[in-house]
């Protein structure tokens, strides 16, 4: 397998609003950053992907982009965004950058010049149509609205959005159009950057004929998401190849596709060797699960993703992210065992095949936060999803049941660094509420307590430095059917690895397969020791463990 220094990497994702704010504006910023770059490196990580941090009427937290070349100014300037790159390549770390190309500010000059008139040369930037019967061209909903059309008095046409109407849709059809984006790759691959991390890439061909969904109507009036119909569209990858051709091939970057619906199968159109369009790309099919969540299903997806991909094309690996609740709160115990199950998480994120993303705070097994009312939402998805509740007919109590169960604001709230006020993070009031937990999880006390989750975290990423067979280890499964243990093997030549874990917080047992020989050597685990006896393991609530053979 060809070996690459982002299979190797451990990309560490800094949501900067809330990572450091260094003006009391309670904003986190550029000289934020910058001041915690001893942390990053003491952690281990080797590339940070830092979200959108352009100008921006933030409507959707920077996702809603007014100037592609520009720097946001309550992040900062150019000037300290080419400090921090400096300085980050000084340390051996590398940048990637958010890449959002699907959709525009409506505030952006090529929007503000489209909508002015049906002849304007930027008219074709975007898609514009006709209503039918005064009603929207079809029946799309929106990710963040219930029609993903807005009507524009100006021309008596209405714009495509299949986010926020503040998000309109470029249109990829137009070649002037994917010109302005290789010209905005190129300005920030020739200042030095090493790669983009790219937003909804696969929604950014649309379905011929922009046909009418088939789906039921999944918003009162009468619209339905259909993401089915929005992603991985044909053509797409002639998209991806022009790209590759003008731009990506000339720099050695990595690129990560963001893809909702994405199949192994499409997948591979998209990361397979020896095209290797995309470095790698996100799927969604675990986090998607939400309710439905059993450790079954995580490993028969994580089985389905390896077998196919394994030797083809490389793959990621994510427990949570900005649009996802904490991950310690949905998949471990936040209370009793949040640090065990914290750590067993970030076992399974470090070993199993793939490059692991580690979100902000993750590292701390920062959890999910109390909300107790929709004032303290941010998010446009979680306002949006509150309204669309109480319209179905949701009390407030439960419609805030379920924002507190998703809602992207858990993973937003900022950073707890220490147990000084607001953790830390501000000395003014914070863009979003800290999570009350702080005084108890911060990063100060666990840079000083060597069994901290921190700690462990750190174990990891210096282990996946030294051994290759973490990255490029064949992987192996045994005990498939079982749902209260993950135990594998990565061999690769004569480094022998078996991972076990305990998914629940009851003790259970593991005979060792067959190919486990010999002795186990334990090379880290979250017990201080291995409980094994004549093959046996025992495995206590969320244990994991690593032991070489
Ligand atoms: C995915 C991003 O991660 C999310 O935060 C954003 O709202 C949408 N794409 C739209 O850009
Ligand atoms: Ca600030």
């Known amino acids: 397998m060809e070996r690459f220094w982002w299979k190797e990497a451990v990309i560490y994702q800094i949501y900067w609003r809330s990572f450091q704010d260094s003006n009391g504006d309670g904003v986190g910023d550029l000289k934020g950053i910058l001041s915690r770059l001893d942390y990053l490196e003491k952690l281990g990580v080797t590339v940070i992907w830092l979200n959108p941090c352009y100008p921006s009427p933030q409507v959707d937290n920077g996702y809603d982009i007014s100037d592609y070349c520009g720097i946001a100014p309550e992040f900062g300037t150019m000037e300290e965004f080419d400090t921090l790159l400096s300085e980050l390549h000084a340390r051996g770390m590398k940048l990637v950058m958010d890449l959002v190309v699907n959709h525009t500010s409506d505030q952006h000059p090529w929007f503000v010049q489209s909508r002015s008139s049906k002849d304007n040369p930027y008219r074709d930037y975007y898609i514009w149509r006709k209503g039918k019967d005064g009603a929207p061209p079809n029946n799309w909903g929106s990710h963040f609205t219930p029609s ?110 963001e893809t909702a619906r994405v199949t192994p199968e499409y997948a591979l159109q998209y990361v397979g060797e020896p095209e290797r369009l995309l470095s790698m790309v996100f799927h969604f099919q675990i986090v998607d699960l939400r309710d439905n969540f059993t450790w079954g299903k995580f490993k028969a997806l994580q089985r389905k993703w390896t077998n196919a991909l394994w030797g083809k094309g490389w793959a990621s690996q994510f427990l949570q992210n900005h649009d996802q609740p904490r991950c310690v709160s949905v998949y471990g115990d936040d209370g009793k065992y949040r640090e ?210």
Not at 177 to 194: A, N, Q
Not at 223 to 247: I, Q, W
Request: charged share 25%.
């Open 148 to 257: 993903a059309w807005e009507y524009d008095e100006a021309t008596d046409e209405y714009y495509l959005h299949l986010f926020a109407k503040e998000q309109p849709d470029l249109n990829w059809e137009n070649p002037k159009v994917r010109r302005e984006v290789h010209k905005i790759m190129r300005f920030w691959l020739d200042k030095g950057i090493d790669g983009f991390r790219m937003d909804v890439i696969n929604l950014v061909k649309k379905p011929e004929g922009l046909p009418d969904s088939k789906l039921p109507p999944s918003t009162k009036e009468g619209f339905s998401f259909d993401n089915e119909l929005y992603a991985n569209n044909p053509g797409l990858v002639e998209f991806f190849r022009e790209m590759k051709e003008e731009v990506l091939s000339r720099y050695d970057v990595m690129t990560v596709g």
């Open 340 to 549: 065990k199950s914290a750590k067993m998480l970030a076992t399974l994120l470090h070993t199993l095949p793939g490059t692991p993303y580690v979100y902000q705070g993750e590292e701390l097994g920062m959890c999910n936060t109390p909300f107790t009312d929709i004032s303290q939402y941010n998010d446009i998805n979680a306002k949006f999803d509150y309204d669309e509740m109480l319209a179905k007919g949701k009390s407030p109590e439960q419609a805030l049941a379920v924002l507190n169960r998703y809602s992207r604001d858990h993973s937003r709230t900022p950073m707890q660094w220490d147990e000084s006020a607001n953790a830390g993070f501000t000395t003014g009031k914070p863009w979003l509420m800290v999570n009350p937990k702080y005084t108890e999880i911060n990063a100060a006390r666990q840079m000083q307590d060597e069994n901290s989750v921190w700690n462990y975290y750190r174990a990891l990423l210096a282990l996946r430095k030294e051994h290759p067979v973490m990255v490029y280890g064949e992987w192996t499964e045994y005990e498939p059917e079982r749902e209260d243990v993950y135990v594998y093997t990565r061999t690769l030549d004569d480094e022998r690895w078996l991972v076990a874990v305990n998914l629940t917080g009851t003790p259970t047992q593991v005979t060792l397969p067959g190919a486990v020989n010999g002795t186990l050597k334990r090379v880290l685990g979250n017990e201080a020791d291995l409980s094994l006896k004549d093959g046996v393991l025992t495995l206590r609530p969320w244990e994991a463990v690593i032991a070489a053979f």
